[in-house]
């Protein structure tokens, strides 16, 4: 007769199972977690929008690129693609004269905000405000990344005054004036769409 000892209890062995279990199951999170993050990434590549803005401190600059005399208000307009006020406007005021400025807006943390682009016209001399040209908004701006360049093209009637004068533009965001700017001097309309006496 053959006796055979008992094999003790042995835990490593019989512990080994739940542990590869274990193990398994942390690969795989680990494997999931990796993909997710590459998947996000390559949607943030994509559509840069749904990345969620770093809350840098809000900035903005102003330059004058362009300006153009002698812009006729329809002019403007069919440049812009506003096309239905064109078609809205009388032919008076689409013979009107006026200057077309192009100003750059560098704007940084501005993502899913909205600025605002004003103008007022004052004196080049006296640097005085010209109150029958109130700084209304003209223009709002919604960047869709952190940091965005803009050009935006303003048509700007000026008066038929024997001055100088100057568009001082200003950029706003969330109750803030970020950017000033003033535009190089200009002289009153002569023409006679825009009511300059006959000569």
């Known amino acids: ?33 990796g993909l997710a993050g590459a998947a996000t990434q390559v949607a943030f590549d994509w559509f840069p929008d749904l990345q969620r803005d770093p809350e840098i401190q809000l900035s903005a600059t102003l ?10 208000h329809g002019d403007y307009l069919l440049r812009t693609s506003q096309t239905s006020r064109f078609k809205a406007a009388p032919v008076e005021l689409r ?61 700007v009637q000026p008066p038929v005054d024997e001055r100088q004068f100057v568009v001082r533009f200003q950029f706003r965001a969330k109750g803030v004036l970020l950017a000033l700017l003033d535009s190089p001097p200009f002289g009153p309309c002569r023409q006679r769409s825009c009511g300059a006496p006959e000569a």
């Open 63 to 72: 330059r004058t690129v362009v300006v153009e005399p002698d812009v006729t």
């Open 95 to 155: 013979r009107v004269t006026g200057s077309l400025f192009y100003v750059e807006i560098d704007a940084k943390g501005l993502k899913r905000r909205e600025g605002e682009l004003r103008w007022c016209l004052h004196d080049a001399e006296t640097g005085r405000r010209l109150h029958a040209y109130a700084c209304e908004l003209r223009q709002r701006i919604s960047p869709g990344t952190t940091s965005d360049r803009f050009i935006v093209p303003l048509w």
């Open 1 to 33: 007769m053959t006796v055979e000892a008992a094999t003790p209890p042995n835990k490593t062995v019989a512990g080994t199972p739940r542990r590869m279990l274990t193990i398994v199951r942390s690969l795989s999170l680990v494997s999931l977690l």
